[in-house]
Nanobody, 116 residues
Framework: QVQLVESGGGLVQAGGSLRLSCAAS??????MGWYRQAPGKQRELVAA???????NYADSVKGRFTISRDNAKNTMYLQMNSLKAEDTAVYYC????????????WGQGTQVTVSS
């Protein structure tokens, strides 16, 4: 089994910054990315690793958010700068089992609230 534990969320003023962390334990996994879900909306991709060291970002966060990982610590990060009220959501990390059947796992979510 895999356990993903997110931290770093909170309340911040517009224009501020937060760094989310996702620590993994259990079987070997590959971090896939960060998603978010705002009230009344579907979960959406925020940032992802696309293979070969490349990354992909939602248009709404490009230039403001940065995804990274520390393999030695088995932890993934999301640095969020210049936060806007519309970034308010629950943020989830996602990972996949490294070997077949490549099961996907989700963290419990961490709330990010940006006040305007």
């Amino acid at each position: 089994q895999v356990q993903l534990v997110e931290s770093g969320g909170g309340l911040v003023q517009a224009g501020g910054s937060l760094r989310l962390s996702c620590a993994a334990s259990g079987i070997s996994i590959n971090f896939m990315g960060w998603y978010r879900q705002a009230p009344g909306k579907q979960r959406e991709l925020v940032a992802a690793f696309t293979g070969g060291g490349s990354t992909n970002y939602a248009d709404s966060v490009k230039g403001r958010f940065t995804i990274s990982r520390d393999n030695a610590k088995n932890t993934m990060y999301l640095q969020m700068n210049s936060l806007k009220a519309e970034d308010t959501a629950v943020y989830y990390c996602n990972a996949a089992q490294r070997n077949y059947p490549y099961t996907r796992y989700w963290g419990q979510g961490t709330q990010v609230t940006v006040s305007s």
